[in-house]
């Protein structure tokens, strides 16, 4: 399934980010946690150049401890994302989460020019509803930016200034959440709308759930059953929603499940952590997508040149 949701602002946030990015010293990428892979926007990783960039995964409340562990591992030591400098992980439902932040940029950037005072700036990025207005209002001490449970809150970049002496070495300009045009990757595409990075709205919430729940039975099974119930069904992730929408009472006409309200008790619970800690890709899994997201570029490539040599072929015989 391709996903195609891209609002008008954020082609146009994506011009003015290209256009800031000469008065700007470091990135810092804001990444979920549950998807470290699936949330990185490659866009994005264009935008950085050579400027040192810190990426920061959150939501790791809802995530599996163990394994935003692996994905730190991973994106640190260069598998993962080879163009991660450094990656840390904050909890930001934690007031002082984001406290040792500016001594890592501090680390990772080194000195400041002698030669220009005052203080640089960082630009916070990020695709849609990863945390990036809850981030700088950590750091800011005070609400600057907007926050919400839907995506695309933040609509225009904005500068803000920190307190204190973090002040005096740093300030911060914030970026609209920003999405890419076509998300290749059918699996990335199932976990940014279960995580609620696309909007309800631009994709049927029965796939979603479908998706999500076949993403689950493997690794988390048990918390599904303690969830729900046990005895769910094996394998079929189809009829796992459907066990559930009965167990739930999430029924239509004639008794017969219906599937969105079904699945949209799934995300929520999913999105709110009711479900348990749960990260829906690994380092590996990553790896293995990234191979076929290459293979599926020179599928589409090489069925472009066949439709090229076929329309020659007929122009010349005409």
Not at 287 to 302: D, M, S, Y
Request: hydrophobic share 40%.
């Amino acid at each position: 399934m391709a996903i195609q949701w891209y609002p008008g602002h954020m082609h146009k946030a994506g011009r003015e980010m290209r256009a800031a990015l000469r008065e700007v010293h470091a990135l810092i990428e804001v990444r979920d946690a549950r998807l470290p892979w699936s949330s990185a926007n490659p866009v994005l990783a264009e935008l950085g150049d050579e400027r040192p960039r810190l990426v920061v995964l959150t939501r790791i409340d809802l995530a599996d401890p163990e394994l935003t562990a692996s994905w730190l591992d991973a994106l640190n030591h260069g598998s993962g994302d080879g163009l991660v400098q450094e990656a840390i992980a904050l909890n930001l439902t934690l007031e002082n989460a984001s406290t040792g932040l500016p001594r890592t940029l501090d680390a990772l950037t080194g000195p400041a020019p002698t030669n220009r005072p005052g203080p640089r700036t960082a630009m916070i990025v990020g695709i849609p509803n990863v945390g990036k207005s809850t981030l700088i209002n950590r750091l800011a001490g005070r609400t600057i930016a907007r926050t919400g449970n839907e995506p695309a809150v933040t609509k225009r970049q904005q500068s803000i200034a920190l307190p204190g002496n973090v002040g005096e070495r740093w300030r911060l300009r914030d970026t609209p959440g920003v999405l890419w045009p076509n998300v290749e990757n059918p699996r990335s595409g199932y976990r940014l709308a279960a995580s609620g990075a696309i909007r309800d709205t631009a994709i049927e919430s029965d796939d979603v759930g479908v998706a999500l729940i076949e993403e689950l039975l493997p690794r988390y099974r048990s918390l599904l059953e303690q969830r729900y119930g046990d005895g769910l069904p094996e394998h079929e992730p189809v009829a796992v929603l459907e066990e559930i929408g009965h167990r739930r009472g999430c029924l239509g006409g004639g008794g017969l499940v219906d599937f969105d309200r079904a699945a949209r008790l799934v995300l929520d619970d999913f999105r709110s952590g009711r479900l348990g800690r749960i990260t829906l890709e690994t380092p590996q899994m990553a790896e293995e997508e990234a191979i076929g997201i290459i293979q599926l570029r020179a599928q589409k490539e090489a069925s472009k040149e066949a439709r090229k040599k076929k329309s020659a072929r007929r122009k010349s015989s005409s």
